[in-house]
């Protein structure tokens, strides 16, 4: 079983900034996931080429069940607003998106506020410098999946980079999960290193490499995590990568586990 957690950065190339459709593709091709959780991950928006990056995640990798899950609508760094209903999905759209190999027997949506007041962020760049950025609302998928070896739930978020107030939205994330079924995966980008993940959730860390940045890589902010509560053993871990796939600014992680049958 091969799980994996990617931010997309709305499948931007680091080398030209542009978003192509085959190198989205290829990137997530070469993960060979059979879960794989989405961040920053657009829909019909103008500056991804009007694509709909999950499909082609999920065509990529050969998976019939992917959801997507929007956080805004608009544009994110410009004019957005939070996404409140269906009503929403003919405008551009920003989110997260779960893609599973296996058939999904639940589905659960959970939406986490975004911080009250805006924060400093470091931009980069010849422009950049300290800003005081809105915080986005963020969001929590997760999947019920029937895997080869029996059910588990997995799901996937993308937190805050607002200290403390990832802290909060990481809490309500596995406040929300424990009514799913155990095991329990949570994969995603949480903005946070692995040290204050595991002390504030009690969570298995199951793998530790550095994820950003993607060029020269020096913090874990990308995360793949097991509840150690509950039955349904994962098995071993038997493999860790970080493959360099040439789009977005964190590198993917993925996580090869050694289930034992049912």
Known sequence: ?????????????????????????????????????????????????????????????????????????????????PWRSADDNAHPLYGIALI??????????TQLPAAPVRSPVWAPGPRGGLVLLKDEPRVLIAAV???????????????SFVPGWNLRQLRAAVRALRGLPAPRILLGDLNLPAGPVRAFTGWRTLARRPTYPSTHPRAQLDHVLADPRGAG??????????????????LPLVVHLDPPRR
Do not use: C, Y
């Not at 999946?145 to 937190?159: E, Q, S």
């Open 1 to 81: 079983m091969r799980l994996a957690t990617f931010n997309l950065l709305h499948g931007r190339s680091l080398s030209d900034g542009n978003v192509h459709a085959e190198r989205v593709a290829a990137s997530v091709a070469d993960l060979d996931a059979d879960i794989l959780g989405l961040q920053e991950v657009d829909r019909a928006q103008p500056r991804s080429g009007l694509l709909d990056l999950t499909a082609i995640a999920a065509e990529a990798l050969g998976a019939k069940v992917h959801r997507f899950a929007a956080a805004v609508v608009g544009t994110p760094g410009e004019t957005w607003q």
């Open 100 to 109: 599973s190999r296996w058939p999904v027997l639940r589905w659960q949506i």
């Open 145 to 159: 999946v029937d895997t080869p070896t029996g059910a588990i739930t997995v799901a996937n978020t993308h937190l």
């Open 233 to 250: 053993p994962l098995g071993p871990v038997v493999q860790v990568r970080t493959p360099a796939v040439g789009v977005s600014d964190h």
